[in-house]
């Protein structure tokens, strides 16, 4: 600060007495604002005096030149030390001096802005006097960003060029007079600029002067918004033709962001910041359909790599897809087989993992070839039968590469569950491996709700897998009629005997009635167990007399019982009710059952006849049969009905 408000070069110049200097201060948080007049009533040549503005950093962005202007005071001799330590009030009154309207010269103005803004290097102005460019440098500064306001440096009169800790102004006035020469070596970097020729400006330019003359501030906030808040006029040779082409006549979303895509050497962060700008201008324009556009545009060929901005592109297809899920579901759509670049191929897959279930609705025979890659990259798609009734004959494709995946057990039980209920046709070999225990599970459980058919297929392919069918039945608290049934046709009562008796008596406990073949099953295992008092006598024995009386017996039903019942001779080996009836009263004789006991097991007249008969043929037997009708006699245990039956002939 003490070197910038000392005379600007080494003597003073004809119209160059009074100067302005604007600069921020390093290592604090004030822009100077300083105004020099040269003295000459000081008896050392080369004296003058210099009032500065410490404007704080919060002011900065709204203080208009003309407020400062109006607070410069020029020093006397007597009292400089009070004139200097005087605060002075910087507020929204209306300014008490003027700067004139700076751009009034269009033309000049133009060539300013362009020179300034359109390159970052130094710019020196050749000028008469002090005060020919003051104003136009005023207004030149009042219209940068905020930001870029607190950095930009400028002096109207610098008799020599000046620095600012280290680097030079970046905009400065400097004396006819003094030939190039003499500070071609200190400013060799910067752009020397003569006013008195001038050439046609760029379009740009004029866009940025007819918004500044209507008090505009697009081009400020447009660049501010692209560059950042913290962009230094370096950014805007590279974006001022870009907001040529943004505000053109005529110009879209899309005329923009091919702009902005086509843009050479532009910095990534302001890459990405202008294409989510076109991003928020196609919303305006056209809404998501507008966005979706700009998505597929950035996801095919490209001059430019954009993995830079791959993350930002990302994060538009995932709002997409929140605002509007039809035009997320028609950017997948409209990207699969399409050229695409690495870019639009990491795109297409995020997109992708966004999908849900009610989305493949849209999807078509035309995109059917895709659902397999689409379903690699986004499994949880599986679990809907949506897609399994889309697949069509990709089943199997589509099955053998969910089949290569890490999936939790959870995963392969949903999309099993959804495989089943779409009623696709899938290979069931393939779905058990690719499923195991699960597809099993899963199968049996839509077999017995009727959800899918016992097919040749299925009947097969749980025909090898007894133990998980057993399984299946074991992880059922409660087994229907229905379960039990489905299991007897690829379980046998001759193996795991206990492990089925467990399960039959859990699934036949509180039921009514009883199909004859798991009345069948439950009998074998009963008679397996021996003993009278299990439960599953007294639900399996009367169904299962009852259907071999009827010639309802299935022959595979009848070889789980027949090793039981052996045949008394052998031309009575045809009757299934005597040889049932025959083993049923040796067991109860043998074991001494109680009355109770065997009416809770023989019900009918026709079964309870049967019984007793075989009883009185053997002497060996008659006594227990003469005790189980004395309890007759004692008791009303029965229905009168089986009371009479054991009755007979006696």
């Not at 866009?207 to 209507?214: K, M, S, W, Y």
């Amino acid at each position: 600060m003490l070197i910038l408000s000392d005379m600007s070069g080494p003597s003073m110049q004809p119209g160059f007495g009074e100067y302005l200097t604007g600069y921020p201060l390093p290592g604090t948080d004030f822009f100077v604002f300083a105004k020099t007049w040269y003295a000459p009533e000081m008896q050392r040549p080369g004296c003058v005096w210099t009032h500065s503005l410490l404007v704080p950093r919060a002011q900065v962005a709204s203080v208009r030149a003309a407020q400062l202007m109006g607070r410069f005071r020029r020093p006397q001799v007597d009292g400089v030390d009070a004139t200097a330590t005087s605060p002075v009030d910087i507020d929204e009154e209306a300014p008490v001096g003027g700067t004139g309207d700076g751009f009034a010269d269009e033309g000049l103005a133009a060539t300013m802005i362009g020179a300034v803004l359109g390159q970052s290097r130094p710019v020196l102005v050749v000028a008469d006097t002090a005060a020919q460019f003051e104003a136009v440098f005023l207004r030149l500064w009042e219209e940068l960003w905020p930001a870029e306001r607190m950095r930009f440096s400028f002096c109207t009169g610098a008799l020599m060029p000046r620095a600012n800790a280290g680097t030079l102004l970046d905009l400065q006035a400097v004396p006819r007079a003094i030939p190039p020469s003499q500070f071609r070596k200190s400013a060799s970097a910067a752009l020397v600029l003569d006013l008195r020729t001038s050439g046609k400006p760029e379009g740009w330019v004029d866009l940025v002067l007819d918004g500044a003359v209507r008090g505009d501030a697009t081009f400020r906030s447009w660049l501010e918004a692209a560059a950042g808040a913290d962009a230094g006029r370096g950014v805007v040779p590279s974006l001022a033709p870009l907001f040529g082409t943004w505000h053109a006549p005529g110009s879209s979303a899309r005329s923009a962001l091919a702009s902005v895509v086509d843009a050479k050497d532009l910095d990534p962060g302001v890459r990405s910041r202008l294409i989510g700008m076109v991003f928020d201008r196609a919303n305006t324009e056209s809404g998501t359909a507008g966005r979706r556009e700009l998505i597929q545009d950035l996801c095919g060929p490209q001059d430019n790599d954009l993995a830079p901005i791959a993350t930002m592109l990302k994060d538009q297809t995932l709002r997409l897809f929140e605002d509007s899920r039809a035009e997320g579901v028609a950017l997948v759509l409209s990207l699969l087989g399409g050229e695409l670049t690495e870019v639009g191929e990491r795109m297409l897959r995020a997109a992708v993992l966004l999908l849900k279930p009610s989305d493949l609705e849209s999807f078509g025979d035309a995109h059917a070839p895709y659902l397999p890659t689409i379903v690699g990259a986004n499994h949880d798609l599986a679990s809907s039968p949506m897609l399994w009734s889309r697949v069509g004959s990709r089943s199997g494709e589509v099955l053998s590469q969910l089949g290569g995946m890490n999936l939790k057990d959870e995963e392969r039980a949903a999309i099993v569950d959804a495989l089943l209920s779409s009623g696709c046709d899938v290979s069931v070999d393939a779905l058990i491996r690719f499923g195991g225990k699960t597809a099993v599970f899963r199968a049996l459980s839509a077999i017995t709700s009727e959800q899918i058919q016992l097919s040749w297929p299925w009947r097969s392919a749980l025909g090898s897998q007894r133990d998980t069918v057993l399984e299946w039945l074991e992880s059922l608290s409660s087994p229907s009629i229905r379960d039990l049934e489905l299991g007897s046709r690829f379980l046998s009562p001759r193996t795991t005997q206990s492990r089925l008796a467990t399960v039959w008596k859990a699934g036949t406990a509180s039921t009514g009635v009883i199909v004859s073949r798991v009345a069948a099953f439950g009998l074998a295992l009963a008679f397996w167990e021996g003993n009278h008092e299990s439960p599953l006598f007294a639900v399996c024995f009367q169904p299962t007399y009852d259907a071999a009386g009827n010639s309802r017996l299935e022959y595979d039903e009848w070889e789980w019982l027949r090793e039981y019942a052996p045949p008394l001779s052998y031309w009575r080996d045809w009757d299934r009710c005597e040889r049932l009836a025959r083993a049923m009263a040796c067991l109860l004789e043998k074991q001494s059952a109680s009355l109770e006991t065997v009416f809770a097991i023989v019900h009918s007249r026709q079964a309870i006849r049967k019984v007793a008969a075989i009883l009185d043929d053997d002497r060996d037997t008659r006594p227990y049969l003469r005790s189980l009708r004395k309890a007759v006699d004692s008791s009303s245990i029965g229905t009168r009905e089986q009371r009479d039956a054991l009755l007979d002939n006696w």
